[in-house]
């Protein structure tokens, strides 16, 4: 089943002409990477994707639904990773899904419990304030994020940066499960997503 | 479709064009209202029984206290229609509205306190139009301060459009609280302008001047935002043509 | 335990968080307030003529100050959610952004405007106000300060990210601010004198209903412009 469908999407940053004519779709199951060079504008269309940007040409389809306009719907099954986390430091990795997830959907405490725990961080280290954990740490509770909000589709940009060998392996494990839960993800990274070659479709962009 | 000139406008080339049609009208008719109400007005209309020659101020002083008010409407109304329908034409519209609305406030106030200085006896006064007038300044100068302080073109005028919504929402109530502000300090209010029991010969070049100072607005903007969009579609194709073309056409006139 | 959360729940979630991380920052929220009690020092001292004069005064000091210290604490509602990728978080949640940011807003009045509504008081009793009429003051003051808070929000949302915001906030919003201080002042003014208030609370009373149906859509709207 087709989800997200981008046709013809152009985009203006200041002077550059960011987004020249970019078309995509992902299907269910699918995972889309998004490869180029730097400046090539794989941010730009993740932040169109989601609606962080406004194109100024192009359509955008969820679920064969014209969304160009109003994103809402696809919004609402959608969990976006940036560069910035959205995270406070001052606030434990409890705290923070609680609040970030608990705006979209009810999460329990035992939902919590369980997506942190997915991500290897049990016990003590959930109710420690974001800055005492690494870098890698608070990535992971990035992830347990995009994990925990149970969406349809996930926009991630470089979500592997940051993590060790096993945070990758993680990461693998859960984009995985994701895709054969019926879900779908585009993914800006330059490094080797392992995805079944039958689940991946490649977009390189152009600088 | 009744609504085709809506969009033809809202593309860069062909309102260049459209405004550098109309430019001469509007400007010469401006010339010619303006020249014939000024010398109306400051020469030969008949001095005032109570304010003497002091009143011909009002020629300069109503127009432009008319024209801040438009302006200010003009660049809201332009910069709303440029937020919903995502038209670059009409933020250079509204873009171009607020230095030449500050100008006339700025002219507003200027003239006011220099008839204030005769009738009233002090170059200002809190009265509440000139106040008002005084806060309307301001918020031209927060809008174009705002404008200068964002780089990005687009945000810039996506955010100054949201402020000048927000801010003739606001003019109204503003005006209302100094009205009722200055109604407290029961201010001599013989002094105001008696419009009604004005004689013809007073009135049309008041009038007049009204019209020529529209007018004269509107060249402004348009030649503004002529300039803005060159400053803008300075990447666009079409560009080349048009000046090219336009440049041919002064050389001829020459 | 799943399924949307009701508006009541998304405010909750995002009150009891910015509760929580004030209480963590320590006194941070505090330094308003402590801004407010200087300025308001300064003004008998900067009064060269009879002090007993000073009372005249007091309802404008109270008001420019109170104004004045609830600007800077706005300054600083949206930068650090921008900063760290919150408000792109909220951009793209498909929440009623306009209603979290409200409630976001109203944490902030919580923790800046309601202790200066309590301090006033306090300060107004040394600028020389009658004792009788001080309890009278804190309603102006309570609903002049929501509004300052609401507009003072549209300011910070309009100038989020920007390097010298702080001074454009407030060129872009004591402008806005007019009706809130003649109102508030005018209705101070005649609590002092021993009037009747009403005309005055009503207005200022209407404009913060006014501004809390309409600040947060601007807010809102800006605040998605702003993250792109």
């Not at chain 1, 152009?10 to 002409?17: C, D, Q, S, V």
């Not at chain 2, 560009?239 to 440049?247: C, D, F, K, P």
């Not at chain 3, 808070?149 to 806005?176: D, E, F, K, N, Q």
Request: contains cysteine; aromatic residues 8%; glycine residues 8%.
């Amino acid at each position: 089943m087709m989800l997200l469908e981008a046709r013809n999407l152009h985009l203006w940053r200041g002077e550059t002409h960011v987004l020249r004519g970019v078309s995509l779709a992902v299907q269910t199951g699918q995972c889309l990477q998004l490869t180029g060079p730097n400046g090539a504008g794989k941010s730009s269309l993740l932040r169109v994707l989601c609606g962080l940007l406004l194109p100024a040409e192009g359509q955008l389809f969820w679920r064969d639904l014209d969304c160009t306009r109003e994103l809402g719907p696809l919004q609402r099954e959608c969990a976006y990773l940036g560069h910035l986390s959205g995270h406070k430091a001052e606030l434990s990795a409890r705290e923070n899904l609680a609040y970030l997830c608990g705006l979209r959907r009810r999460c329990s405490s035992n939902d919590l419990d369980a997506a942190l725990e997915a991500v290897g961080l049990a016990g003590a280290a959930q109710h420690r304030p974001l800055r005492q954990l690494s870098a890698g740490q608070q990535r992971r509770v990035a992830l347990a994020r995009v994990q925990l909000q149970r969406s349809t589709i996930w926009l991630l940009d470089e979500p592997i940066a940051n993590l060790d060998i096993q945070g990758q392996e993680l990461f693998h494990r859960l984009l995985a499960s994701h895709l054969k839960d019926g879900g779908c993800a585009v993914v800006a990274t330059h490094q080797p997503l392992s995805v079944s070659e039958s689940a991946l479709v490649r977009l390189e962009l152009q600088a | 479709m009744t609504w085709l000139w809506f969009h033809k406008l809202a593309s860069p080339p062909h309102f260049y064009r459209i405004a550098g049609r109309w430019l001469p009208w509007l400007g010469w008719s401006a010339a010619v209202l303006g020249v014939t109400g000024l010398v109306w007005g400051l020469v030969l209309a008949p001095s005032d029984y109570q304010q003497g020659e002091g009143y011909r101020i009002l020629y300069v002083h109503a127009p432009s206290a008319w024209l801040s008010t438009f302006t200010y409407t003009t660049m809201a109304v332009s910069a709303a229609v440029g937020l919903v329908w995502r038209m670059n034409v009409a933020h250079s519209v509204s873009a171009s509205c607020a230095p030449l609305g500050a100008s006339f406030t700025f002219v507003a106030l200027a003239t006011g306190s220099l008839w204030g200085k005769p009738m009233w006896g002090t170059w200002w006064e809190w009265d509440p139009r000139l106040t008002s007038e005084l806060l309307l300044l301001f918020l031209y100068l927060g809008y174009m301060g705002l404008r200068s302080a964002i780089e990005d073109q687009t945000r810039a005028d996506r955010v100054c459009a949201l402020l000048a919504i927000v801010g003739v929402v606001n003019v109204p109530i503003i005006y209302y609280s100094v009205e009722w502000w200055n109604s407290l300090h029961q201010a001599p209010s013989v002094m105001k302008f008696g419009k009604p029991t004005m004689p013809a010969s007073m009135l049309v070049p008041l009038l007049m001047m009204f019209a020529a100072g529209t007018l004269f607005a509107a060249t402004m903007v348009l030649m503004r935002a002529r300039g803005e969009i060159l400053r803008r579609e300075r990447v666009g194709t079409w560009l080349e043509a048009a000046v090219g073309e336009s440049v041919a056409l002064t050389g001829e006139k020459r | 335990m799943s399924g949307t959360p009701s508006l009541f729940e998304m405010a909750r979630l995002q009150m009891v968080r910015d509760l929580r991380l004030a209480l963590r920052r320590g006194g941070e929220w505090l330094q308003p307030l402590v801004f407010f009690l200087v300025i308001t020092t300064l003004f008998p001292l900067t009064f060269d003529s009879q002090l007993s004069r000073l009372r005249d005064v007091a309802p404008a000091a109270l008001w420019v100050s109170a104004l004045l210290s609830s600007l800077l604490a706005l300054e600083l509602l949206f930068r650090d959610d921008a900063l760290d990728g919150t408000l792109e978080q909220l951009a793209v949640s498909g929440t009623p952004l306009s209603w979290v940011l409200l409630a976001k807003t109203a944490v902030h009045w919580l923790l800046t405007g309601l202790p200066l509504v309590l301090m006033a008081p306090v300060v107004a009793g040394a600028l020389g106000a009658p004792y009788e009429a001080i309890p009278g003051l804190l309603l102006p003051l309570a609903l002049g300060s929501i509004t300052l808070s609401l507009i003072g929000a549209i300011g910070a949302a309009l100038t989020l990210g920007l390097r010298r915001g702080g001074v454009l906030l407030g060129l872009l919003t004591l402008p806005l601010t007019v009706p809130v201080m003649i109102f508030g002042a005018g209705a101070s003014v005649r609590i002092i004198a021993g009037q009747s208030a009403a005309g005055p609370l009503y207005l200022l009373a209407a404009v913060a209903v006014l501004a809390l149906a309409l600040a947060p859509l601007a807010i809102a709207a800006a605040v998605r412009i702003n993250v792109e």
